[in-house]
């Protein structure tokens, strides 16, 4: 007779078992697609307290354990001044799923109270900041982010919607502010709905937010522009269910030249300045 598993091991079991498809294959992809983990990496996989990053960590252990490709792995808590029930939860369910995390404090929570104007772009900047230096005093190279699927969707219709700019979410990226280290997002294909359903599976609780400022408050948290795109694209899929997809695809498929205006590389490049004439296909005139 085969014995139970503990929680840690249905946790990993379910991710290439349960949900093989939906998040390990997923996963598995997008690190091999954009090559996000190479032979000598050491990465830093950054863990809020929430399921994504937990159900983040979870994965890079197992393509730690069993993936052709030999990297160290560390796992950073940035305490930025949690409640102690906060705290004590996150320390409960890393040792529930066997990550062995490394927690590290900072001034941020304090810092942000003091923000008038957008304070989760001020308190997010500050995070990457902290875990970039921390990550490198640990000898990493890397950070990974558990941002998903549905982070990057949701990301390019807030610059559309919202900051009146075209951009998408990378799966990677250099830091403009400390040299020699990258960011990935493994998650990368992976859907919040999936992640939601490896915790409900598992029956794991985690962090939402802990942010002070969102504790007092909730209306201004529930008015936040990432919500209300959230609620839009649900709304838009009860008539086309593949609309989030197209969403995401319409970052593969941009045809540069019917832009107006774009920037590569801190250049632009107006719409004049690019107008043309079309090339004559073959050779012939179209007459």
Request: net charge positive.
């Amino acid at each position: 007779m085969s014995r139970a598993f503990s929680e840690r091991e249905r946790a990993e079991h379910s991710i290439i078992t349960t949900y093989r498809r939906e998040i390990w294959r997923r996963f598995a992809r997008a690190v091999k697609e954009y090559a996000l983990v190479q032979a000598g990496d050491r990465v830093a996989v950054c863990l809020s307290g929430g399921k994504d990053s937990m159900l983040l960590a979870k994965c890079m252990q197992e393509l730690q354990a069993h993936g052709d490709v030999s990297f160290g792995l560390e796992f950073l808590v940035m305490d930025p001044g949690y409640a102690p029930r906060n705290r004590a939860l996150i320390e409960s369910n890393a040792a529930r799923l066997g990550v062995p995390v490394h927690i590290f404090s900072s001034p941020i929570f304090e810092t942000v109270e003091t923000v008038a104007k957008n304070p989760c772009y001020v308190c997010a900047r500050m995070r990457r900041g902290y875990l970039y230096r921390e990550a490198q005093r640990l000898g990493c190279n890397k950070i990974a982010l558990g941002h998903h699927f549905d982070d990057v969707i949701e990301t390019i219709l807030m610059g559309i919607l919202y900051g009146a700019q075209m951009q998408s979410m990378p799966p990677k990226l250099y830091s403009s502010r400390h040299p020699g280290m990258q960011l990935i997002r493994p998650l990368y294909y992976v859907h919040e709905e999936d992640i939601v359903r490896w915790k409900e599976y598992n029956g794991l609780e985690f962090l939402h937010c802990a942010c002070r400022f969102t504790e007092r408050s909730e209306e201004k948290e529930e008015l936040s522009k990432r919500r209300e795109v959230k609620r839009l694209i649900a709304r838009l899929k009860e008539s086309n269910p593949n609309v989030d997809i197209n969403i995401f695809r319409s970052a593969y498929n941009v045809h540069v030249d019917t832009l107006i205006e774009y920037d590569s590389r801190g250049v632009r490049y107006p719409f004049l300045s690019r107008y043309a004439p079309k090339p004559i296909a073959g050779g012939e005139d179209d007459e």
